[in-house]
């Protein structure tokens, strides 16, 4: 994370500095073999801290900049256990199939946070869907290789690589171009965007059960207090009056919640 925090903030000071998107993307073309310039990228990435919550998100690059309105998180639906190839699969099926039936705007490239396995999975989910349009790119994260001892305590890594469906060998960029700084950026950033709306998703869900919990709080109280404050939260920062005054829980009740949740 901390290697990719620093790419993007190279990134950033380059492109202030006056560096082309155009360029980069054009050199992310010739260098990937990407079938066309890749105005639209998209990058995904599964966040499930500790086996609960899981949860995915998908970044969205327009011209080489955080393209925030196209952003999108999905809750992963299909299993509780940590499996990151089937939550996968389930978040590419979901967008590119809703986008089959909308006929919303496909990406020029989809990135995934992976290797060859990682690459193979999104591909065959395209291919089930009948989308052969779009490219593919799996970004392997740099690996600790060692530590050189030689009184200087440096650590040494393996380079960012990055597969191509077709390609047996991974495709090795200049470690220090823009085009590898713009893919560590689209990684770092659904990163963040995941981790963020998990955390979101785990403290509702301490919530809900420490509601659940309180004794006279039953299915149709908790209802009316979400109705009544819109989220578990806004209940948390209310006052025992605030709660008291909702529907069905009175000034004893509300009390008790107080202590329990506030």
Do not use: W
């Amino acid at each position: 994370e901390m290697a990719a925090s620093n790419a993007r903030q190279v990134y950033d000071e380059r492109l202030r500095a006056g560096a082309s998107h155009q360029a980069t993307l054009e050199g992310l073309q010739q260098q990937l073999g990407l079938t066309s310039l890749p105005r639209r990228i998209e990058c995904y990435d599964i966040s499930n801290i500790q086996g609960t919550d899981p949860v995915a998100s998908m970044v969205v690059f327009t011209d080489g900049a955080p393209d925030t309105a196209e952003y999108r998180r999905f809750a992963i639906r299909g299993k509780a256990t940590p499996d990151d190839f089937a939550m996968m699969t389930e978040v590419l099926e979901r967008r590119f199939g809703r986008a089959a039936k909308e006929g919303t705007e496909l990406p020029d490239l989809v990135v995934v946070d992976g290797g060859k396995g990682q690459l193979a999975m999104a591909e065959a989910v395209l291919d089930d869907l009948g989308v052969h349009d779009v490219d593919l790119a799996g970004l392997a994260k740099a690996r600790t290789l060692g530590v050189a001892d030689q009184g200087e305590h440096r650590v040494e890594r393996s380079p960012e690589r990055v597969f191509r469906p077709g390609i047996s060998e991974p495709i090795v960029l200049r470690q220090t171009s823009n085009e590898v700084y713009l893919l560590t950026r689209l990684r770092d950033e659904a990163h963040r965007f995941a981790i963020t709306f998990h955390r979101k998703r785990r403290g509702q869900r301490t919530l809900t059960s420490r509601l659940d919990d309180i004794e006279g709080v039953g299915p149709t109280r908790r209802r009316a207090l979400l109705s009544h404050f819109g989220s578990l939260r806004a209940v948390a920062a209310a006052d025992v009056d605030a709660i008291a005054a909702v529907s069905g829980i009175g000034r004893a009740l509300a009390e008790r919640i107080k202590r329990e949740v506030g």
